[in-house]
């Protein structure tokens, strides 16, 4: 801290005059809101930087208002308190006479001076913060500015963002769709596959024998599919056995996969595929390739008889019985006592 006054004085005098500076400048009317301190004569500049310090230590909210001709005659200062929040001491430099004989001061911002009432140049020092920034209107304007950037920034984050969400879920939605469609097209083709099979006609190995209902005689036995039922067959009242190779060629050559191998009444499903037989289509490839062997025309009827599949009385057409393992199906023509199968030896069968 520098000294008020001239000579050696101590700096006790200093804060003395610095607390008085304060009173008059807390005290409401006096001075009109403006406190007016002494300074010595000796020193013309001493009183800005006891007014430096005296910011320092009381707050660094003043705006500074300096009357450049009270400033060289060196009697007193004025300093004119605001509501600013200023985090930086007001900064002036003398400026030299020039051509008109007359002296100023500017400011560290380059700003212009300004005239009093007798004429005289005043410069209006502007406040900075830590950053340089000027308080007042100017730097209201650059914060201003300032948040509209930060705005527009924000903004356009938001939007980025936005647009990258529906990128997600535009890619999202796309692959589920192209599962969906890969999923679709396999569950298609494994379809078509099985129906155009299904629908591809069966060609016998002997053209001889011709498929019946699509079933094919085959020179050798199929065992992809392999299983066996039974049916007895009652008419008027007797056992009529069903011969055996029913479904097998004369000489051997090949085997429908319908077929019988004796007369026990045993049927051999033997299949390259697995799907549905029915007893009709057994009755079929016996009455049209095998009627020799004692088909009996009573097969050929719907009503008159009774019929039983697994020891169970069955109501309806007996040729869509569909065959299935070790199944017992019992056929009753004018047979009132005949009995249903419930048992069966199959042995290895």
Not at 128 to 135: C, F, L, M, Q
Not at 186 to 196: A, C, K, M, R, T
Not at 317 to 330: C, G, K, V
């Amino acid at each position: 801290m520098c000294d008020f006054f001239r000579g050696q004085q101590r700096r006790e005098s200093d804060l003395i005059g610095i607390l008085h500076f304060a009173v008059d400048l807390l005290i409401p009317g006096r001075y009109n809101n403006s406190a007016f301190l002494m300074a010595g004569e000796g020193r013309r500049f001493s009183f800005l930087e006891s007014i430096n310090m005296f910011q320092d230590w009381f707050g660094k909210h003043l705006w500074l208002y300096v009357d450049q001709s009270i400033v060289e005659r060196g009697n007193f200062f004025m300093a004119k308190q605001t509501g600013s929040g200023s985090k930086q001491r007001p900064q002036t430099v003398p400026v030299k006479e020039g051509a008109s004989g007359k002296s100023a001061t500017q400011n560290m911002g380059g700003k212009p001076t300004t005239q009093n009432a007798n004429g005289k140049q005043r410069t209006q020092t502007v406040l900075k913060d830590e950053a340089g920034n000027p308080w007042g209107a100017q730097g209201q304007g650059r914060k201003t500015v300032s948040r509209a950037a930060q705005r527009a920034a924000k903004e356009q984050q938001r939007q980025q963002q936005l647009k990258e969400d529906r990128r997600a879920k535009m890619i999202t939605w796309l692959s589920i769709l192209a599962a969906v469609i890969v999923g679709a097209g396999l569950i298609g083709g494994i379809i078509f596959y099985n129906v155009s099979q299904s629908q591809t006609p069966a060609v016998s190995d002997n053209p001889v024998y011709p498929a019946v209902d699509g079933i094919a005689c085959q020179t050798n036995e199929q065992l992809a599919y392999h299983i066996h039922a039974h049916v007895s067959i009652y008419i008027n009242g007797k056992l009529s056995q069903i011969p055996q190779y029913v479904g097998i060629a004369s000489d051997g050559s090949c085997f429908y996969w319908l077929h019988t191998h004796d007369t026990t009444g045993v049927i051999h499903i033997e299949s390259p595929t697995q799907k549905n037989y029915t007893l009709g289509n057994f009755f079929d490839e016996w009455s049209q390739r095998f009627s020799s062997l004692s088909y009996p025309s009573e097969l050929d009827l719907t009503s008159g008889w009774q019929i039983w599949v697994n020891g169970k009385p069955y109501s309806g057409d007996f040729h869509n019985i569909q065959l299935t393992a070790h199944e017992l199906i019992t056929l009753a023509y004018n047979s009132p006592n005949a009995k249903p199968d419930k048992t069966y030896s199959w042995g290895n069968l």
